[in-house]
């Protein structure tokens, strides 16, 4: 069943490939497929790259595996003379990279040049030959020593070119943006990554190429942020504020609607958004259901939309097992369950005035004792609402939740609802009796 829940496949097109290598080390020790299966297919992503010693590395897992050394002995030559290439081309820089590398070298002359504002792509073409070809050989041949797997040298050679004022809207700037947070998840300098998530941002929403490119990229940025932001102190809450957002929940919408599992996840994890995203994102779900679902999506439709407490219990023991097997929620595990048996928990609460503990603690797959302690924390904690003033009875079993508490504003107008309709019928009423009386009148007279 875990398997059925795994959307690495449909995420991996939208994600860099030296990113899909640790995805891919989780899935072969989650034992959900076959390690074989997936050694092959980490071969297969690698071999796009430069890093030919890593491929050497998957194929002696298996040194007893007849079909994976008979492979292996035919792909050898191929990976020597690859690896003797990239070498080579290491140690013999290009004469542009090297006169790059020696100008950023001069730090003195740098700090001079960015006090004065006058790292400026015109400055630095007429005084020091580092022309728009020159600077671009140099970005160019960081994306080769990308390749390579050699992330901390790239990042300072992106830093310096990102450095240098320039026309913004050329590939090789913005791809040095990309390339730049690339660098820095890879080497897990999660501080960094959140200022160049929004410099990306900021370059893919001006728009420079088709409608078509543009919801590409953005597609680009929705997966990449997953690691980015759930690796933050309160990056679930960042998360559903940007797939929240209209072009990028459109985004969503019409090129991967299984992200729309991390929007779940995001709303439930974060207690500060769930008042203003969770109708939003249930209109979603519901919309959505035909392109995508899974436990997590029909956990909340269970439980808000259909009221079925015993199938949002269900689809809770599923998401227990989904979060566990998933490379970005697995580390929220504990809080994901507590914040979802705080929802069900609220949402029995709201709509019932009597709780039987013992029954509660069945829907949330805890025991009598703590369902108890749940309850008491759950009323030292309330501020507002039913369980604000609620009363625990340890020796029934049960919770008896205060009522709900009417405002004076609306005890006014519960209580003037009817006065227009009143007021109609009395004066239809004296109307009628006039009338009556005129005519009895003019009887009498009559006589």
């Avoid at 370059?203 to 690691?227: M, P």
Wanted: one cysteine or more; charged letters at 25%.
């Amino acid at each position: 069943m875990a398997a059925n829940f795994d959307i690495t496949p449909l995420m991996a097109p939208y994600l860099d490939v030296h990113m899909i290598s640790p995805m891919l080390d989780f899935l072969r020790e989650l034992n959900i497929y076959d390690a074989k299966q997936i050694t092959k297919e980490k071969i297969r992503s690698v071999n796009r790259t430069n890093m030919t010693e890593l491929v050497e590395d998957e194929y002696q897992r298996y040194a007893d595996d007849a079909e994976l050394q008979a492979e292996y002995k035919i792909q050898m030559p191929i990976l020597k003379a690859r690896m003797t290439k990239s070498f080579e081309q290491i140690d013999h820089e290009p004469e542009d990279v090297k006169l790059v590398s020696k100008f950023f070298a001069q730090k003195d002359l740098i700090n001079e040049l960015v006090a004065k504002n006058a790292l400026t792509l015109d400055n630095i073409s007429t005084k020091h030959g580092i022309t728009a070809e020159v600077l671009d050989a140099y970005y160019k041949f960081s994306k080769f020593k990308y390749e390579c797997g050699m992330y901390k040298e790239v990042e300072e050679m992106l830093m310096n070119f990102l450095s240098v004022t320039q026309p913004v809207g050329t590939a090789s700037y913005v791809g040095a943006l990309w390339g730049r947070l690339a660098c820095h998840i890879l080497l897990a300098k999660w501080g960094d990554t959140v200022s160049d998530l929004q410099a990306v941002k900021e370059a893919v929403d001006v728009r420079t190429n088709s409608h078509i490119t543009q919801l590409k990229q953005r597609a680009w940025l929705l997966h990449w942020g997953l690691f980015i932001l759930l690796s933050q102190r309160d990056g679930a809450e960042a998360l559903a504020d940007l797939f929240s957002e209209k072009p990028y929940l459109q985004t969503l919408e019409n090129l991967c609607p299984w992200l729309l599992r991390y929007y779940t996840a995001a709303v439930i994890l974060s207690p500060s958004r769930r008042r203003t995203h969770l109708r939003d994102l249930l209109r979603e779900i519901k919309a959505m259901s035909y392109q995508y679902s899974d436990p997590m999506t029909q956990f909340l439709d269970s439980l808000f939309d259909q009221f079925d407490f015993d199938a949002a219990q269900l689809k809770l023991k599923e998401c227990q097992q989904l979060v566990k097997n998933d490379f970005f929620l697995q580390k929220f595990a504990d809080k994901f369950m507590h914040e979802a048996r705080m929802l069900i928990c609220e949402m029995y609460c709201t709509i019932n005035r009597k709780v039987d503990l013992v029954m509660l603690a069945e829907k949330l797959q805890l025991t009598d004792e703590e369902a108890e302690r749940w309850m008491v924390d759950i009323v030292r904690s309330s501020t507002t609402g039913p369980a604000a003033d609620a009363k625990i009875d340890s020796a029934g079993k049960q919770v008896l939740m205060a009522a709900p508490e009417r405002s004076a504003y609306k005890q006014v107008i519960e209580s003037t609802r009817e006065l227009t309709t009143r007021s109609g019928f009395l004066g239809n009423n004296l109307e009628n009796l006039v009338k009556d009386q005129a005519v009895y009148l003019k009887q009498s007279l009559a006589r």
